[in-house]
């Protein structure tokens, strides 16, 4: 019998920890790493040899905000982010988890926000959904063919509507009573017992709620007084855990609220990540605001985060169906509107179209879209002439107002006028500084998501391009060592658990990737099936790049393929409970 399940020789070997890289050899036995030669081992000792000459050998990275909640359900091979060397994702971001709410409430907070058809989802959940209690969660997860690791946050909005009801959780006028907010922390208390990384909530008022009876309120979460928020913000404390959360972009004075939790106040620093650093075209007030939260956060004794997409901000749009016209009254006022005859009346009227106008004109507003229709290309039309061209080069051939040219084509063409626009990360230069920044985790792929709007599936791969291109052009960023920590260990670190890192005894999830296919373009999109979701989803594929990924020390990815089993048979990933510390 062999003494190892598989050797990888040959590659440039990280750990995960940030320091120097080398030439070694790994060995991995029963899902653990058995041991690291430096020499070269007697490759008889094992079942399986990869040889990764001239590739990286790194801890399989970690993805730590997704909303995978309802596709792990039915496709838990989550194979659009294992094939890009991620082993470790992170569910029940935005207050969304889908943990303690019954079927139906757990789909109307979600799909509206995450733009994945209700119908697909409301399905699956009906037909899976045999829990209402974390730990009921926790026992299914540990049964299910899961294809990476799970970590989750259980979402405030889950939480709440689980103990006052959908109708009572969004409106205004309702607080909990102590009954429920005793029953809220119970549930929390037992989700952070049973190994949840903390809590998520939100606060942004363009997150709407789907189905028929509350469509178009807001999130539940954000109806909280702050109030109940410091009561489960208590036990977050109490277990040394994560507080997510998601300031409102209409507030900027509302992340106080944040940092008062966050330093703690004559209490125990709470560990803080908000969504998000990002250098906004609409905002560049933003980026260095961040900056500044978190040095005060942190250099009075805090423990905050910032996550960073580590690439430009793209989002597509077909019509007007995109969450970025739920940031003002005139495009809220529209999707609002499900009907689209209803829809296109709106649209034609004058009275309205003034309205928008006015909008699109009030620049000093917070806001996330940059709100310039000449910064948007048209991907796709009924009308071909329009094509790779921008609204407002279109409207001053017409002669008429970029936002009446917009509306006409929407009422025209609907859903069949694709276009898309970058909102930000699109300077590079602050780009490099930023994710650099000590501050940020490099995160917020939303993954499993927006399957029409984004795709972010290989941002590790993106984030180690950017870092990789700096050293070729003589002006490094951070050290290659440093990125791979970035995506690995000091993450998992940081939230408290069992990944990011290839040392002896250490979970044997591991990416092995050839750094020559990075060098095309990782930014590109295309379209694929969404398994058993009966949909097409924009995706990446960076093909010749990651060559292998074991999760558990089971080969997930062998020669750039998906493994069949990956999804089907349990052994791969499990749900990784914090709590863990790194080295203990």
Not at 352 to 361: C, E, G, T, V
Not at 505 to 522: C, E, F, W, Y
């Amino acid at each position: 019998m062999s003494q190892f399940d598989t050797l990888i020789i040959g590659g440039r070997y990280f750990d995960g920890t940030g320091t120097a890289s080398r030439i070694a050899h790994v060995a991995v036995h029963e899902g653990r790493v058995a041991q690291v030669f430096e020499e070269m081992p007697d490759l008889a000792l094992a079942s399986k040899v990869i040889d990764a000459s001239g590739c990286w050998v790194t801890p399989g990275f970690l993805d730590t905000h997704t909303h995978y909640d309802a596709e792990l359900l039915v496709s838990p091979a989550l194979s659009e982010s294992v094939r890009h060397g991620v082993t470790t994702v992170l569910i029940g971001s935005c207050s969304l988890s889908m943990v303690c709410s019954e079927a139906e409430d757990a789909s109307d907070i979600f799909t509206r926000v995450e733009t994945v058809p209700r119908e697909k989802v409301l399905p699956i959940l009906q037909a899976h959904k045999s829990w209402s209690t974390p730990r009921q969660w926790v026992d299914f997860i540990r049964d299910h063919p899961l294809g990476p690791n799970v970590i989750s946050f259980l979402g405030h909005s889950d939480l709440r509507t689980a103990v006052m009801g959908l109708h009572r959780a969004t409106d205004r006028k309702v607080k909990p009573t102590a009954r429920e907010q005793q029953e809220m922390e119970n549930l929390l208390e037992e989700a952070l017992q049973e190994g949840f990384l903390g809590l998520s909530t939100m606060c942004l008022k363009w997150d709407k709620v789907d189905g028929d009876r509350e469509w178009s309120k807001s999130l539940p979460s954000t109806y909280a007084r702050w109030h109940e928020v410091s009561r489960l913000n208590r036990l977050l404390r109490r277990y040394d855990r994560v507080h997510q959360g998601a300031p409102n972009a209409a507030n900027p004075l509302q992340v106080t609220q944040y940092l008062r939790e966050t330093l703690g106040w004559l209490r125990k620093p709470l560990k803080t990540t908000l969504i998000a650093m990002i250098d906004l075209k609409g905002n560049p007030t933003v980026r260095p605001m961040a900056s500044l939260v978190s040095r005060i956060a942190n250099g009075f004794g805090g423990d905050f985060r910032w996550q960073l997409l580590p690439t430009p901000f793209t989002v597509y749009a077909d019509g007007m169906d995109i969450v970025l016209f739920e940031e003002f009254g005139a495009g809220e006022m529209a999707l609002d509107l499900r009907d689209q005859l209803e829809r296109n009346e709106l649209l034609k009227d004058e009275e309205y179209r003034r309205k928008f106008r006015r909008f699109y004109r009030e620049k000093l507003s917070p806001r996330v879209w940059q709100r310039d229709f000449g910064d948007a290309i048209i991907l796709d039309c009924p009308d071909k002439s329009v094509i790779g061209q921008n609204f407002a080069e279109l409207a001053l051939e017409r002669g008429i107002h970029v936002v009446d040219f917009f509306l006409d084509m929407v009422v025209a063409h609907g859903r069949e006028l694709r276009w898309y626009t970058v909102v930000g990360n699109h300077r590079k230069d602050r780009l490099k500084k930023m994710v650099a920044h000590p501050d940020a985790l490099i995160t917020f792929s939303d993954a499993g998501a927006h399957i029409r709007n984004m795709a972010f599936y290989n941002l590790p791969l993106r984030f180690l391009k950017l870092v990789l291109e700096s050293h070729e052009q003589g002006e490094p960023v951070m050290s290659l060592e440093r990125a791979v920590h970035r995506l690995t260990g000091e993450q998992a670190d940081w939230f408290g658990i069992e990944a990011g890192h290839i040392r002896v005894g250490d979970r044997a999830d591991i990416t092995v990737l050839d750094p020559k296919g990075l060098s095309q373009n990782l930014e590109s999109v295309e379209w694929a099936e969404m398994e058993n979701f009966g949909l097409e989803r924009m995706v990446n594929r960076v093909p010749g790049c990651v060559k292998h990924v074991l999760i558990n020390g089971r080969p997930a990815v062998t020669d750039g393929n998906l493994e069949p089993d990956l999804g089907k048979r349990t052994g791969f990933g499990c749900f990784l409970p914090a709590g863990y510390r790194s080295g203990s």
